[in-house]
């Protein structure tokens, strides 16, 4: 692999990380809790997704459309039923809460379909292998490339919403003083709910993609976890548009360490997030989300 088409490709990953952490960023910006059962999630709506797909032999770019919403849903349920009480606790019980959920859905998974790896690149057709190949040592995938074009058009519209619709506004005046903003008729656990069903949607079309891209199983949450987490802390804590330039950056990181040796790829990325906390930056973003 070429230096430039390692920069490429991981260029197309960064853009399937910041699909990833979207809705991890969005939750810690308007809540300011962690949600550590992100990455199950994500892989309990490519589990959807790929049921949908198979039993009414679809195209999972179909599939994805009766799933979004259901997760949708569930989000919005979810943070009424659980998440609200929780929040109410103190910083560490949403995050013991959202720890048990994410046991709660890998268990709950490997009941119902086992430990096997699945994949929909199949069902996908032939945009998952396909490639534009521009010479011998550059290919870009076409796969790749969707998903890059994906999260900008996600993020983007949700970084517009914040700051060009009332609901965004609503969203950013309870992100910043909840209390405040209840007095002037802006209910928290509505922007709340909300936020949380557009989390666990992006969520789900992060784990579509990733089956189209890859395999899954239920056990693959955890390591989608760590990497949207790690795209959050690199970008920027709460800021949509720094996730997608820290997806960018773990992506290529990731594939630069591939290139050297591929034994350095999940190393690599992780070397830099370390980076970034180790740095000046790194420790005021700290102090920030502390003080909140």
Known sequence: MSWVNAVVQGLLLGGLYALFACGLSLMFGVMRIINLAHGDIAVLGAFLVWEVSFTYHVSPFIALLPVLPIMAAFGYVLQRSVLARSLRGGPLIPLLTTFGLSIVIQNGLLQAYSPDVRSLGAKAGTISTKSWVINSRL????????????????LGGLQLTLRRTPFGREMRATALDPDTAALVGIPAWSVYAKATAIALATATLAGAFLAIRSTFQ????PTQLIFAFEAVV?????????????????????TIGAN?????????????????LASPRGRILASRSTAR
């Open 139 to 154: 290919a870009v995938p076409y796969i790749g490339l969707l998903v890059l074009v994906l999260a900008v058009v996600v």
């Open 260 to 276: 050297i040796d591929p034994r350095y790829s999940i190393l690599a990325g992780h070397l830099v997030f370390l980076a970034v």
């Open 218 to 221: 239920p056990s693959s949450g």
């Open 234 to 254: 690199i970008g920027g804590l709460g800021s949509l548009w720094g996730t997608l330039g820290g997806g960018i950056v773990l992506g290529i990181a990731q």
